[in-house]
C-alpha cells in the first residue's frame, strides 16, 4: 500500500520545470496590467480625467467593497468545489481572461454624460471590472497552493510571480501616462481608454500561457465533503490566516497610498507632472529588485521577523521623505496645448544671468522615463520665450525647458537637471520600494502555509477560500488607500486642475509620506501576534505528508 502511494507524493514535492514556474508566474503580470492601474492611476484618472469630485470617487471605491466581501469568498467556494478535465483552477483562466478585458476597457471609458450619470457610469463598471478580476485573481492565487506542496519549489514560484508583476509595473507605471498622450490624438481621455486597450491584449495571452503551462497535483483529502460556511468557520478559527489577513490590508494601504499620491505629489506640490511615470516606473522596478532578493532574505531569517524588519525600514524612511521640501526652481513647465504663455529662464533655473552666453529652449518628446531625453528646438538666444496656444486646440501637454549655452554653443546649464531636492525624492523612493518589494512573495508563501495549517488542524483543506480571502483582503485594503487619498485631498479643499494651496498641498505631501509610515508601523504591530514559524511549519508538513501516505 505505501508503495503505490510513494510515486505520487514525490510528485507533489518533485522541482518544478522552468517552463512550468515561468508559465505561473507571467500570469501575475497579466493581472499588473490591471492592478497597478487600479492602485497608481484610477484615482487621477476619475478626478482629472473623467470629471468625478474626489469625495464620490473615494466613497466609490469603499462601497463596491461590499459586493467584494460577498463575491470573493463565493468565488472560493466555487473553485474549490469545480471539477473539469483541466483541474479546479486553471479553467477560470481560459474562460475568464476576456470578459475581464472588456470589463476594464469599459471602466477607463468616459460616456458623455452629466455628474450623476458619470458616478452611476464609474460604480458600474468598475464593479463589474473587480468583479471579473475575482473570477480571475480568486483560482489563479489558488492554483500556487496545488502545484506542489514543497516549500522551497512554493518561495520560488511565489518569488518569479511578483517578479513578473513588478516588472510589469515597471512598464505599466513608467509609460502610462505617455502612452495616453500618445494615443489622445487631440482627446486625453480616448488616450487612456486606448491604453488600457493595449494592456488588457497582453494580459489576455498571459492568461492564457499559464492555463496552458501548468498542473493541479494537490488535492483535498478523500472523501472530505463540506460547506462552505465550514472553510469560513475553520478561517475564522485560523489565527495564523487573520494575522495573515489583517497584514496584507495593511501593507496594501501602504503600496496605495504611495502609488496613488504620486500623482497628484509630482503634478501640485512638486509642480512636474512629466515625472509621474518615472517616479512610479522607478518604484514598481526597485519592488521588482526586492522581489528577486526575498528567497535568499528567508533563508537568513524567519519571514514574520523578516517583514517586521522591512515595514521598520519603510516606515523610518517615509518619515525622512516627509523633510524634503520643495524644489527650489521648477526647472521644467508643462504647458497645456490650448494655452500662450510667455516664460522667463530665471523662472526655470536659479542664477542663470550670472553667466554670460545665449539660450535655447527645447519641447521634450515622450520617451523611455524621462532619463532618456528626445527634444526639439522651439526657442534660440533669448533668455524669454513667447508660446502661443496650439491653433487646432488639440488636448494635451507641451514640456519646456531651456539650455545656457556659452559662446561656443556648449552647454553649460540645462534647467532639466534634477535638483538635489528631487534626487532625494528618488533615492528615497527607491530604497522604500526595495524594502517592500519582497512583502508580496513571502506574504503569499505565507498564505500558503495557513492553507496547511487548516488542514493539519482540521483535516479539512480549502486552498481557494484562503487565497480568496486572502484576494479581499489586499482589495479591501487597496480601496481603503484610494478612498482615504480622496477623502482627504476632498477635506482639504481639493479642486481638480486648479493650483493646490495650504491644506490641501499639506495633505498631498503627506499622503505620500507620514500616511505610509504609520501603516507600515501598523503592520509591525500586527506581526507581533503572528506564530507560525519555521519549526512549526516543519513539523506541520511532516505530520501531512505522514498522514497523506
Known amino acids: 500500500m505505501s508503495t503505490s502511494k510513494q510515486p505520487q507524493k514525490k510528485v507533489k514535492s518533485a522541482a518544478l520545470s522552468t ?18 492601474i487600479i492602485g497608481s492611476y484610477l484615482s487621477y484618472f476619475y478626478t482629472d480625467i473623467f470629471g468625478i469630485s474626489a469625495a464620490a470617487a473615494g466613497t466609490m471605491f469603499l462601497v463596491t467593497k461590499i459586493v467584494d466581501a460577498f463575491t470573493d469568498p463565493a468565488m472560493g467556494a466555487i473553485a474549490d468545489r469545480s471539477n473539469s478535465r483541466w483541474g479546479k483552477f486553471r479553467p477560470y483562466l481560459l474562460f475568464g481572461a476576456l470578459p475581464m478585458a472588456g470589463a476594464a476597457i469599459l471602466t477607463m ?3 458623455d454624460l452629466g455628474d450623476t450619470g458619470k458616478i452611476i457610469w464609474a460604480y458600474a463598471t468598475y464593479t463589474m471590472m473587480m468583479l471579473c478580476y475575482t473570477i480571475l485573481s480568486t483560482p489563479y492565487s489558488s492554483l500556487a497552493g496545488v502545484i506542489t506542496a514543497d516549500a522551497t519549489e512554493r518561495n520560488k514560484i511565489f518569488g518569479w510571480r511578483f517578479f513578473f508583476a513588478y516588472f510589469t509595473g515597471i512598464i505599466v507605471g513608467a509609460f502610462t501616462p505617455g502612452l495616453a498622450e500618445y494615443f489622445a490624438n487631440g482627446n486625453e481621455a480616448y488616450g487612456w481608454k486606448m491604453t488600457m486597450v493595449l494592456y488588457s491584449s497582453v494580459a489576455t495571452i498571459l492568461f492564457l500561457i499559464t492555463f496552458a503551462t501548468t498542473k493541479e497535483r494537490i488535492q483535498p483529502p478523500k472523501g472530505q465533503d463540506t ?7 475553520d478561517l475564522l478559527n485560523n489565527r495564523p490566516w487573520i494575522i495573515l489577513f489583517i497584514l496584507a490590508m495593511i501593507i496594501m494601504m501602504t503600496i496605495v497610498f504611495r502609488g496613488s499620491s504620486a500623482t497628484y505629489y509630482f503634478k501640485y506640490f512638486v509642480e512636474r507632472p512629466d515625472l509621474m511615470g518615472a517616479f512610479i516606473g522607478v518604484q514598481m522596478a526597485a519592488y521588482a529588485v526586492g522581489c528577486l532578493l ?9 519571514k514574520a521577523k523578516l517583514l517586521m524588519l522591512l515595514m521598520g525600514i519603510v516606515g523610518t524612511l517615509s518619515v525622512v521623505f516627509s523633510f524634503i521640501p520643495k524644489p527650489s526652481t521648477v526647472g521644467v513647465i508643462t504647458v497645456n496645448n490650448n494655452q500662450a504663455v510667455s516664460i522667463n529662464a530665471s523662472d526655470l533655473m536659479e542664477n542663470s544671468n550670472d553667466v554670460a552666453g545665449s539660450y535655447k529652449w527645447v519641447e521634450h518628446q515622450s520617451g523611455v522615463f524621462w532619463f532618456i531625453k528626445d527634444y526639439i528646438t522651439i526657442g534660440d538666444s533669448s533668455d524669454h520665450l513667447e508660446l502661443e496656444a496650439i491653433a ?11 539650455y545656457k549655452l556659452d559662446t561656443s554653443g556648449n552647454v553649460i546649464m540645462d534647467s532639466s537637471d534634477f535638483p538635489i531636492e528631487l534626487k532625494l525624492m528618488f533615492l528615497l523612493n527607491v530604497l522604500i520600494s526595495l524594502a517592500l518589494g519582497p512583502k508580496s512573495p513571502i506574504a503569499w508563501s505565507m498564505y500558503a502555509d495557513a492553507a496547511d ?26 480601496a481603503l488607500g484610494s478612498a482615504g487619498i480622496l477623502w482627504v485631498l476632498a477635506s482639504m479643499g481639493y479642486a481638480a486642475n486648479q493650483i493646490q494651496e495650504g491644506a490641501s498641498l499639506t495633505g498631498i505631501v503627506w499622503l505620500q509620506t507620514l500616511v505610509p509610515a504609520f501603516f507600515a508601523f501598523i503592520a509591525i504591530f500586527a506581526l507581533k501576534f503572528y506564530d507560525l514559524n519555521g519549526k512549526k511549519l516543519e513539523k506541520i508538513q511532516k505530520e501531512l505528508s505522514e498522514r497523506n501516505s
Open 227 to 233: 460547506k462552505p460556511i465550514d472553510d469560513i468557520k
Open 392 to 402: 487646432d486646440g488639440a488636448e494635451g501637454n507641451r514640456v519646456i525647458s531651456v
Open 453 to 478: 495549517f487548516n488542514e493539519w488542524k482540521t483535516g479539512r483543506r480549502a486552498t481557494a477560500m484562503t487565497f480568496s480571502a486572502a484576494t479581499f483582503s489586499q482589495k479591501l485594503g487597496g
Open 109 to 111: 471609458s468616459t460616456p
Open 19 to 36: 517552463k512550468e514556474v515561468i508559465g505561473y508566474a507571467v500570469g501575475d503580470a497579466g493581472f499588473n496590467f490591471y492592478w497597478i
Open 294 to 302: 526575498s528567497p535568499y532574505l528567508t533563508k537568513l531569517m524567519d
